[in-house]
């Protein structure tokens, strides 16, 4: 499927455990993002890539790493994972024509750290 | 740090009625300006893109951005109860490729 897709959509893992988040496009976008959304924060970026092998930080990064070996593929991992990492987690990609640049979506994965 | 300001709501208009959503920036250099509707449990989806001074119509929405008050807004004409979900205002950053997001109105439409 064409877009943005992210897996797993579920996960509960527990305190101390590493966890992946994976991130797909199928668009060849150039930057790619991670969000995580927790109630009364809105939507905060944790890490940002502009291309393959160029990540950096975002305003949340503490407890995550990112890497981008591939332009398709953006993973987070969740190195020792706690429970105030328990949120909806996105990935984002941007597309940009001219002047404008639009953010897409993928569907989230729900994160439950127990 | 970007900030990008919403009333949290809830606002709560009845079924046909004009909603009005509002947004305020901090950073003068901003230059795109977006609203997202977030439906429970979805991820957000673009319906508004604003670049320039004035009002942006498309359908029943209407998007208005002043600059010089860094302000955007989103109207949302005949409401319809579909329209009930979380609205995200965001702000594209001075190099244009980071988005900073506000926390989100709630809107509910009252059949």
């Known amino acids: 499927d064409a877009g943005i897709t992210q897996s797993p959509r579920y996960k509960i893992t527990e305190t101390g455990r590493q966890v992946t988040l994976m991130c797909h496009q199928t668009?060849?976008?150039?930057?790619m993002f991670w969000y995580r959304q927790d109630l009364g924060h809105g939507l905060r970026l944790i890490y940002y890539?502009?291309?393959?092998?160029?990540?950096d930080k975002g305003e949340v990064p503490d407890g995550y790493v990112v890497s981008r070996s591939k332009t398709e593929n953006f993973p987070l991992t969740l190195e020792s994972a706690t429970r105030s990492q328990t949120s909806v987690y996105f990935c984002?990609?941007?597309?940009?024509?001219?002047?404008?640049?639009?953010?897409?979506f993928g569907q989230g994965t729900r994160l439950t750290v127990v | 740090q970007k900030e990008v300001e919403q009333n949290s709501g809830p606002l709560s208009v009845p079924e046909g009625a004009i909603a009005s959503l509002n947004c305020t920036y901090s950073d003068r250099v901003s230059q795109s300006f977006f609203w997202y509707r977030q439906y429970s449990g979805k991820s957000p989806e673009l319906i508004m893109s604003i670049y320039s001074n004035g009002d942006k119509e498309d359908g029943r929405f209407t998007a208005q951005l002043n600059k010089a008050s860094q302000y955007v807004s989103l109207l949302i004409r005949d409401s319809q109860p579909s329209d009930s979900a979380t609205y995200l205002c965001?702000?594209?950053?001075?190099?244009?490729?980071?988005?900073?997001f506000g926390t989100g109105t709630s809107l509910t439409v009252i059949p």
């Open positions: 984002a990609s941007t597309a940009t024509q001219g002047m404008n640049t639009e953010a897409f």
């Open positions: 668009w060849s976008h150039s930057y």
């Open positions: 965001a702000v594209n950053s001075d190099t244009g490729n980071q988005f900073y």
């Open positions: 890539s502009a291309a393959a092998d160029i990540t």
